[in-house]
């Protein structure tokens, strides 16, 4: 929340410093993940946590300079983040004295293996509107388009199976079984940089003669490269769904 705070207040700022007048708009929207990459799909295939999980509000704010009655040129941006904590879904822990290891969740265990997944993203935009009848009706809906800069970071904290390092445990009911041992880790990717594309349809509803409500659906694509903890992991998929709602003042 700090970070859209001080996003917002920089570009309120700089609105004098532009030298011309157009409409600025203020947004609480919703992001949808589209969360298809490999590392998306080993937490949600291990994790008691969802998709859905991670769908979440956003702050967003745009300018919009007018190029014509029907075109205008927008930068703006949102930002989403998302913490989830989670289990494992078919292990629970033991501690042994070399270590704590995972068993299958038949065994009763000592304890669950936990941890928790943070996704953190910025698009920030600069796109094409056009608002095919005008900006003087009733009712002005509008589409666009354009090129994305993404800022993102992706966290884990807590307990990992490292399913690598496989263990033979003597049951003395069942037999032997594979155990695995069981890391603490703080993985990071933060401050990363990617580019994509992002594509938008929307309409406004003058309410004043220069304020307007406005309604928007946006789809962001984008992909990140891991180059810390996360490398060998394929690009990390920053797309999504964006529903808003706002206000636009012109001035």
């Not at 009655?69 to 941006?77: A, D, K, M, N, Y």
């Not at 009911?173 to 933060?190: K, L, M």
């Not at 690009?235 to 001035?251: A, P, Q, T, V």
Request: hydrophobic share 40%.
């Amino acid at each position: 929340m700090k970070k859209n705070i001080g996003l917002l207040a920089i570009l309120v700022l700089l609105l004098p410093c532009l030298g011309f007048s157009d409409a600025v708009s203020f947004r609480l929207g919703y992001f949808v993940p589209q969360a298809k990459s490999d590392l998306w799909d080993i937490e949600f295939e291990n994790m008691t946590f969802t998709k859905s999980n991670f769908q979440n509000t956003t702050l967003g704010f745009t300018y919009e300079h007018f190029l014509t009655r029907e075109i205008s040129l927008v930068v703006g941006f949102e930002s989403y983040s998302k913490m989830q904590l989670g289990d494992y879904r078919d292990y629970v822990g033991y501690a042994f004295v070399e270590g704590d290891f995972a068993f299958p969740s038949d065994y009763e265990g000592d304890f669950l293996i936990s941890h928790q997944f943070s996704v953190s993203i910025t698009p920030i935009h600069a796109s094409l509107k056009l608002t095919p009848l005008g900006r003087k009706s009733g009712f002005i809906p509008y589409i666009g388009g354009g090129v994305s800069m993404y800022i993102w970071s992706v966290k884990l904290q807590g307990g990992m199976i490292d399913f690598t390092d496989a263990w033979t445990y003597d049951d003395p009911d069942h037999g032997p079984i594979d155990v695995y041992g069981i890391t603490q880790e703080n993985a990071r990717e933060e401050t990363r940089f990617a580019f994509g594309f992002q594509a938008f349809a929307g309409f406004m509803i003058p309410f004043a003669s220069r304020v307007a409500f406005e309604a928007e659906l946006r789809y962001n694509y984008g992909k990140g490269n891991f180059k810390d903890s996360f490398k060998g992991f394929e690009k990390f998929d920053l797309s999504g769904f964006l529903i808003s709602l706002g206000i636009n003042y012109r001035f």
